[in-house]
């Protein structure tokens, strides 16, 4: 731990004004709060585009938007749900936020890459968001930008959509490399005194993890992008074989579509988990908080993420069960994907086990915590279906895959960053969010998931295909699969409005929350033992703390709190033997 | 107290939706009935942990909740149940893959009796090729299409003179029949669906990809674009129709051969000249000839007829309208369709065939003899 030692006695160059405090600021603490203001903002573009979309599906023809627009609009909701928010907020968010205060660093190691990581986000949201302003409009290729349509004419944006989208991402995967640099390397080089690998919260295992796999998988879908901008701009042939455009032959020869299906679920399963990880560690550590009860099998949540990133990377073939690939990939995919359920399976019944004699406080973010169970349950289980080839290959590209996701890494992850924004919210704040406002926020938004997308599966049973902009005379479909699609879209358009509550708890509490204290909920990890709320440049004041034991010391036998802090001496409360590393 | 309710209530709710929905696969018509069991296998073990994971989550949530001077227990870990715990999802999960696995064993091979047909996509629509009495297909490759090759076959390949080529969107298939389907592309990926059969797989241009089935039951089906394929993706419509022995064998006498097309050389008529070039360059994937909806205004009917613009201007539909929305398709939208239709180059014997071909569409000509002359340039 030289490397501490060395960071307690440099000297602290707190940044004066304004625009070195809050714009151009290498604190791990603005950084975060940037990256998430980003990411809520750009979600938000995200939402109102899918209202549009169900506008459309429930109630054909009632707003003015043809099938350009929807498949524009399927096309940016996909790609900023999944990347600009989730990707964003889980790693630049809490990542930033959490990990110097959980692991008792003052700072991520590199501030300055810290700093340009949120610039270079920023702007890779700002290309991607000038692409609605372009001849063409965005890009309406599909979150998943297969080509060959992707840079062909019967797409929308296939001109100058498809580039933005392509550069946007460059773009993002760098910021994601700097950031992503920085927080493994404070992982491993930056914690204090006492705290091993085995003492982190859970939170920071599932990002250190996600940021490995991040590191791992997002280069494939750089090559993937800068040789699809080549087709598309000099006229290389990597994706494009000898092809038709409406009756005309094209200048392309040789290249295989498929392969950049390869390249892009090469990096596309491996990002499901890139925001199941974070959300994974971030609600093992809201469960045990608010059940006052030691995290259940902590070793063995540690290799559950470790194994879960391991796999990640065999089994992205799944979702090309019905691409053409060679079809004997399906037996081998098949089995690797459904072995990652067990490890998965672990991870939903050690979270029971910790609810299983504890001291359960229904607080907002514990309400949060319980819906992503049930949410990730039901979307885990929807993806032994679609994992296991053959049970795969009459629900691939139909309503039920689109209920799979959102439920599976949609909804629950978001529950996620609800319950961590209403569970932190007090460290960044000083004040308490509207416990009130919370409620019906929380209600609104689990129940109506739920209502939208368990039917939903039932749509693709039915063999509704997905990406469909209008279902008119189909035989087989019936009338009341139409009735379904309109109480749906209801439900979303509530669901939707329903955030501004969460907006609006947000502004509110900012001025007019209860003072929280330092340490509300009575937590024992690091980021709670601040001496300011919120910490302050250097989070630790003169000296780092010294960690004595692991983070999840709640309800331990003969000590007087029900909760004992990582920084507590084995002189007043002993160590417990669960804390293996001496 | 009220969570714990909720909870059992999403449980019990979920699996009635299960048993009253009216929304369940659509009825079987093809020799994937084992498919179809793997689904209720899967939906029996994974019920199963759905229902006993909430309902132990709503115990606790009851039965732990925050009581004043309550502790939880310090119990950080119990391997020998967490070793129990792993070993059950181990063997529910075996019992998913296993009877999967068997499943797609058959799925991946095709058996040694089946016919082939060949479906050919392109934005958006669907033609079909058959081998013919030699039971081979000719090579083919996307460089060779044209307008009198529209499957791209190489005319010097004997095996292809005698393949039977479909180029309307129906497909005939033989009952009981195993049928393996080679699916080519000429532009983008698609996927050829039909719900009924169950299978479905992907078409890739540059390659020929396959999958097998045995139609089960006499009747019409559609086939549905399951894979993204640009804007008229939803409207991308196929039928297969599966017919007993003698119905099959009356369709199929009346098809043509690629060397009837050959020898068919040149087409006499600006009608069936303007039809070879609507199917050739694709028009009729997006303007239906038959009054079904298309991404375009349909064909039928349509000449001679009075159009409401997007602008709210009223056009009537003649020779010199028709060749403008060919060449410069921005120029006049129809109100209530999409401004998506790319310009095409044509000569213009080639534009005075398609204007033909869609005035012999209108089944009331006379009704259009005032603005007549002005196509007869």
């Given at each position: 731990?030289a ?6 006695n ?11 405090k809050?714009?151009w600021?290498?604190d ?8 998430s203001?980003?990411?809520i ?7 109102v585009?899918?209202g549009?979309?169900r ?5 054909p023809?009632?707003?003015d ?10 096309t940016?909701?996909g790609?900023i749900?999944?990347?600009?928010l989730?990707?964003?907020i889980f ?6 936020y959490l990990i110097p205060?959980?692991?008792?660093a ?6 300055f890459?810290?700093?340009?990581s949120f ?6 949201v ?7 302003f372009?001849?063409?409009?965005p890009t309406g290729?599909?979150w ?5 349509q992707?840079i ?8 100058w959509?498809i580039?933005?989208?392509?550069v946007?991402?460059?773009i993002f ?7 992503g640099?920085n927080?493994v390397?404070t ?6 005194h ?5 003492r982190m919260?859970l ?5 250190f993890v ?8 997002f280069?494939?879908?750089f090559?993937s ?23 005309s032959?094209?200048?392309y020869?040789?290249?295989?579509p498929?392969?950049?299906?390869h ?25 045990s908080i608010?059940a006052r ?7 063995m949540m ?8 391991v ?6 073939a799944?979702?090309m069960?019905?691409?053409g690939m060679?079809?004997?990939?399906g037996?081998f995919f098949?089995?690797?994907?459904l072995?990652?359920?067990?490890p998965t399976?672990?991870?939903?019944y050690?979270w ?10 229904l607080t ?12 990730f349950?039901?979307g ?5 279906f679609?994992?296991n ?11 039920f ?6 439920m599976v ?16 919210y007090?460290?960044?704040?000083g ?14 938004t689990?129940l109506?998931?739920?209502l939208?997308?368990?039917?939903m599966?039932y ?5 509704m295909?997905?990406?469909?902009y ?8 019936p ?11 209801v439900?979303a358009?509530v669901?939707g ?6 907006l609006f708890?947000?502004?509110y509490?900012?001025f007019?929350g209860?003072?929280?204290?330092g340490?509300?909920?009575r937590a ?8 300011e709320?919120p910490?302050?440049?250097g989070?630790w004041g003169?000296?780092?703390p010294v ?6 010391d709640?309800?331990v036998?003969?000590?007087e709190?029900?909760y ?5 001496s084995p002189?007043?409360v002993?160590?417990?033997e ?5 | 107290?009220?969570?714990a ?8 709710v ?8 009216p929304?369940?696969a659509?009825?079987?018509?093809s020799?994937?009935g084992?498919?179809?069991t793997t689904?209720?296998i899967t939906l029996?073990?994974t019920?199963i942990?759905?229902v006993a994971i909430?309902l132990?989550?709503a115990?606790?949530v009851?039965?732990y909740k925050?009581?004043p001077?309550?502790?939880?227990e310090?119990r950080p870990e119990?391997k020998?149940l ?5 070993g059950i999802?181990t063997?529910a999960i075996c019992?998913l893959?296993?009877p ?8 991946v091979?095709?058996?040694?009796n089946?016919?082939?047909f ?8 669907w ?10 297909f000719?090579r ?21 003179q005698?393949d039977?080529?479909i180029a ?7 009952i009981?029949q195993?049928?393996k ?5 000429k532009d983008?990926?698609?996927?050829f669906?039909v719900?009924q ?5 992907d078409l890739i241009?540059g390659?020929v990809t396959?999958?097998w089935?045995?139609?089960?039951v006499l009747?019409?089906?559609d086939i549905l674009?399951a894979?993204?394929?640009g804007i008229g993706?939803?409207n ?13 064998q009356k369709?199929l006498?009346s ?7 050959l020898s068919?050389g ?9 039809q070879?070039?609507a199917?050739?360059?694709?028009c009729?994937a ?5 009054g079904?909806?298309s ?7 349509l000449?001679?007829?009075?159009e409401?613009l997007?602008?709210g201007s009223?056009?009537k539909?003649?020779g010199p309208?028709l060749i403008?929305?060919v060449?410069?398709?921005?120029a006049k939208i ?5 401004p998506?239709?790319?310009?095409y180059?044509?000569?213009d ?6 204007v033909a ?10 009704n259009?003899?005032?603005i007549q ?5």
């Amino acid at each position: 731990m030289a490397y501490a030692d060395d960071v307690e006695n440099e000297e602290l160059h707190e940044p004066t004004g304004f625009i070195w405090k809050y714009v151009w600021s290498q604190d791990h603490k603005v950084i975060a709060i940037q990256y998430s203001t980003t990411a809520i903002l750009v979600g938000l573009v995200a939402l109102v585009l899918s209202g549009m979309m169900r506008m459309q599906i429930g109630f054909p023809g009632s707003i003015d938007m043809d099938s350009t627009a929807y498949y524009q609009a399927m096309t940016m909701h996909g790609m900023i749900m999944v990347i600009y928010l989730l990707t964003a907020i889980f790693l630049g968010g809490f990542g930033n936020y959490l990990i110097p205060l959980m692991v008792g660093a003052r700072d991520m190691v590199f501030p300055f890459v810290n700093m340009l990581s949120f610039w270079f986000y920023l702007v890779s949201v700002l290309v991607l968001l000038a692409s609605f302003f372009v001849p063409g409009g965005p890009t309406g290729a599909g979150w998943t930008l297969y080509p060959p349509q992707a840079i062909t004419a019967g797409t929308p944006g296939s001109e100058w959509g498809i580039i933005l989208m392509l550069v946007s991402l460059i773009i993002f995967i760098i910021a994601a490399t700097m950031g992503g640099l920085n927080y493994v390397t404070t992982v491993l080089q930056a914690r204090t005194h006492g705290m091993t690998m085995f003492r982190m919260p859970l939170t920071v295992w599932g990002i250190f993890v996600a940021t490995i796999l991040a590191l791992l998988a997002f280069p494939a879908l750089f090559v993937s992008g800068v040789m699809m901008l080549l087709d598309q701009t000099i006229g290389t042939s990597f994706f494009m074989p000898d092809m038709m455009q409406f009756g005309s032959q094209l200048d392309y020869s040789g290249g295989s579509p498929i392969l950049f299906q390869h390249l892009f679920w090469f990096f596309g399963h491996p990002e499901v988990y890139i925001v199941a990880l974070p959300a994974f560690g971030l609600v093992s550590d809201l469960i045990s908080i608010h059940a006052r009860r030691s995290i259940f099998g902590y070793r063995m949540m540690v290799w559950a993420i470790v194994s879960i990133g391991v796999l990640s990377f065999v089994v992205w073939a799944h979702h090309m069960y019905v691409s053409g690939m060679n079809p004997y990939f399906g037996f081998f995919f098949a089995t690797t994907t459904l072995v990652i359920a067990v490890p998965t399976a672990l991870k939903v019944y050690n979270w029971l086990l910790t609810l299983w004699r504890g001291n359960i406080h229904l607080t907002v973010p514990m309400l949060y915590s319980l819906a992503f169970i049930v949410t990730f349950l039901v979307g885990g289980l929807t993806g032994l279906f679609l994992g296991n080839v053959v049970v795969d290959i009459p629900l691939s590209d139909t309503y039920f895959v689109v209920a799979h996701f959102h439920m599976v890494m949609g909804v629950a992850p978001i529950l996620v960053v609800f319950g961590s924004i209403y569970h932190w919210y007090p460290k960044m704040t000083g004040r308490m969010l509207h416990d009130g406002i919370g409620k019906l926020h929380f209600w609104i938004t689990f129940l109506g998931t739920y209502l939208i997308y368990f039917p939903m599966h039932y749509l693709g049973f039915l063999g509704m295909p997905r990406r469909y902009y209008a279902y008119e005379d189909y035989p087989f479909i019936p009338e009341s699969a139409q009735s379904l699609n309109a109480f749906i879209t209801v439900v979303a358009i509530v669901v939707g409005i329903s955030q501004l509550l969460f907006l609006f708890n947000l502004a509110y509490s900012y001025f007019k929350g209860a003072p929280s204290g330092g340490n509300p909920w009575r937590a024992t990890s690091l980021e709670w033992l601040t001496p300011e709320t919120p910490p302050k440049h250097g989070n630790w004041g003169t000296s780092l703390p010294v960690v004595h034991r692991w983070a999840y010391d709640y309800g331990v036998p003969g000590a007087e709190l029900d909760y004992v802090p990582q920084t507590t001496s084995p002189e007043e409360v002993p160590v417990h033997e669960s804390d293996h590393d001496e | 107290m009220t969570f714990a309710v909720i909870l059992v209530a999403i449980v019990v709710v979920s699996v009635l939706f299960h048993f009253l929905s009216p929304w369940q696969a659509t009825p079987l018509a093809s020799n994937w009935g084992s498919i179809d069991t793997t689904i209720t296998i899967t939906l029996v073990i994974t019920g199963i942990f759905f229902v006993a994971i909430v309902l132990f989550m709503a115990y606790c949530v009851y039965k732990y909740k925050a009581l004043p001077g309550r502790r939880s227990e310090y119990r950080p870990e119990n391997k020998k149940l967490e070793w129990w715990l792993i070993g059950i999802t181990t063997v529910a999960i075996c019992a998913l893959l296993a009877p999967g696995l068997i499943v797609y064993n058959d799925f991946v091979h095709v058996p040694p009796n089946a016919v082939e047909f060949e479906a050919v996509g392109e934005q958006w629509r669907w033609s079909y090729r058959l081998p013919g009495k030699d039971k081979t297909f000719g090579r083919t490759s996307v460089t060779r299409i044209d307008e009198n090759n529209a499957f791209g076959i190489d005319p010097s390949d004997a095996a292809g003179q005698d393949d039977v080529l479909i180029a309307g969107n129906q497909m005939h298939v033989l009952i009981n029949q195993p049928t393996k389907a080679l699916l080519r592309s000429k532009d983008v990926l698609h996927d050829f669906y039909v719900p009924q059969f169950r299978a479905k797989m992907d078409l890739i241009p540059g390659q020929v990809t396959y999958f097998w089935f045995t139609p089960t039951v006499l009747g019409t089906f559609d086939i549905l674009c399951a894979e993204y394929c640009g804007i008229g993706h939803y409207n991308m419509r196929g039928q297969v129709v599966v017919d007993d022995a003698s119905s099959y064998q009356k369709w199929l006498s009346s098809q043509v051969t690629f060397a009837d097309v050959l020898s068919g050389g040149t087409v006499e008529g600006l009608v069936d000249q303007g039809q070879r070039l609507a199917s050739s360059r694709g028009c009729i994937a997006c303007h239906s000839i038959d009054g079904g909806p298309s991404l375009g205004p349909g064909w039928l009917d349509l000449y001679g007829r009075q159009e409401t613009l997007s602008d709210g201007s009223q056009v009537k539909v003649d020779g010199p309208y028709l060749i403008e929305s060919v060449v410069d398709p921005a120029a006049k939208i129809v109100a209530g369709y999409p401004p998506v239709m790319v310009a095409y180059e044509m000569s213009d014997e080639q534009l005075d065939s398609l204007v033909a071909y869609i005035a012999s569409l209108s089944s009331d000509p006379e009704n259009s003899t005032s603005i007549q002359p002005s196509t007869e340039e």
